[in-house]
């Protein structure tokens, strides 16, 4: 062990503390729980209170991977495994927050009700990415976590510094397809703005003394929440099933 250890600390309780780093960069990061609106406090004790859970069960793991390892390096490795784990999870938050910027930008929304919280988002999005979070929790985002966190000790023991390419990679792809799965998100309000322009064109061209910017700002509001209405069910289902997914099966896309 490293000298910067104290002499009084036990090999579970620093395999504990440990756990404890892992998880907490995790929490810092996770959907729902990470926001920047909660307080610090509430996360500590949510970091808490996982690793009491999670401890027991990667222990024997986490004490064989700890044998003969540098504490300091070994808790340096944990805290970047849990960011990089978190970071993959809070992909899934952008998701949410760039399908709502594209659908309020695609609707003339973005400037309704002005913007709200701690990120610059429009009010659709805010709305969107809310309503995300929200199902998460009564789903079991929680539960679903610590399943993750333990598959995570599968893929990256404790103390073991993970293949910067392969990180790299799997950061890359996932980001990619994070985008891929905004723009899936927002296509219904993509497609509606696109009509919308369409048939103004159309109008236009047949009218040219019809104001129809004063005629189609109301109508494009009007559908987009009414589009909002009956579309983000699907889109919550959607993204759940995608999040859930990647917490479930406990592996990296």
Same mark, same amino acid.
């Given at each position: 062990?490293?000298?910067?250890?104290?002499?009084? @600390? /036990?090999?579970?309780?620093?395999?504990?503390? #440990?756990?404890?780093?892992?998880?907490?960069?995790?929490?810092? =990061?996770?959907?729902?729980? $990470?926001?920047?609106?909660?307080?610090? +406090?509430?996360?500590?004790?949510?970091?808490?209170?996982?690793?009491?859970?999670?401890?027991?069960?990667?222990?024997?793991?986490?004490?064989?991977?700890?044998?003969?390892?540098?504490? =300091? &390096?070994?808790?340096?490795?944990?805290? $970047?495994?849990?960011? @990089?784990? %978190?970071?993959? !999870? +809070?992909?899934?938050?952008?998701? #949410?927050?760039?399908? $709502? &910027?594209?659908?309020?930008?695609?609707?003339? !929304?973005?400037?309704?009700? %002005?913007?709200?919280?701690?990120?610059?988002?429009?009010?659709?999005?805010?709305?969107?990415?809310?309503? %995300?979070? /929200?199902?998460?929790?009564?789903?079991?985002?929680?539960?679903?976590?610590?399943?993750? !966190?333990? *598959?995570?000790?599968?893929? #990256?023991? /404790?103390?073991?510094?993970?293949?910067?390419?392969?990180?790299?990679?799997?950061?890359?792809?996932?980001?990619? @397809?994070?985008?891929?799965?905004?723009?899936?998100?927002?296509?219904?309000?993509?497609?509606?703005?696109?009509?919308?322009?369409?048939?103004? *064109?159309?109008?236009?061209?047949?009218?040219?003394?019809?104001?129809?910017?004063?005629?189609?700002?109301?109508?494009?509001?009007?559908?987009?929440?009414? =589009?909002?209405?009956?579309?983000?069910?699907?889109?919550?289902? /959607?993204?759940?099933?995608?999040?859930?997914?990647?917490?479930?099966? $406990?592996?990296?896309?």
């Amino acid at each position: 062990m490293s000298s910067l250890v104290p002499e009084f @600390w /036990t090999p579970y309780e620093l395999s504990f503390i #440990l756990v404890l780093f892992r998880v907490a960069a995790l929490v810092s =990061l996770l959907p729902a729980l $990470g926001e920047a609106s909660i307080p610090a +406090r509430v996360k500590l004790v949510m970091s808490v209170c996982m690793s009491l859970i999670v401890f027991p069960i990667v222990h024997d793991v986490s004490q064989n991977s700890l044998a003969g390892a540098n504490w =300091l &390096s070994a808790a340096i490795a944990e805290v $970047g495994i849990g960011l @990089w784990f %978190g970071f993959m !999870l +809070r992909v899934f938050v952008f998701c #949410l927050q760039i399908a $709502g &910027s594209i659908a309020a930008q695609s609707t003339s !929304l973005s400037q309704i009700l %002005g913007s709200a919280g701690a990120e610059p988002l429009p009010a659709l999005g805010h709305v969107i990415t809310m309503a %995300g979070m /929200t199902l998460a929790l009564s789903l079991g985002l929680h539960v679903s976590a610590v399943q993750y !966190l333990i *598959g995570s000790y599968t893929i #990256l023991p /404790t103390g073991q510094l993970p293949d910067i390419s392969t990180i790299s990679e799997a950061g890359v792809a996932q980001i990619a @397809w994070g985008f891929q799965l905004a723009f899936s998100l927002a296509a219904p309000f993509f497609i509606l703005s696109l009509l919308y322009n369409l048939t103004l *064109g159309v109008i236009n061209r047949a009218m040219p003394q019809l104001m129809v910017a004063f005629v189609g700002a109301p109508v494009i509001t009007a559908g987009a929440l009414v =589009l909002l209405a009956i579309s983000i069910p699907v889109i919550l289902k /959607t993204w759940a099933g995608a999040l859930f997914g990647l917490l479930n099966s $406990g592996v990296i896309n």
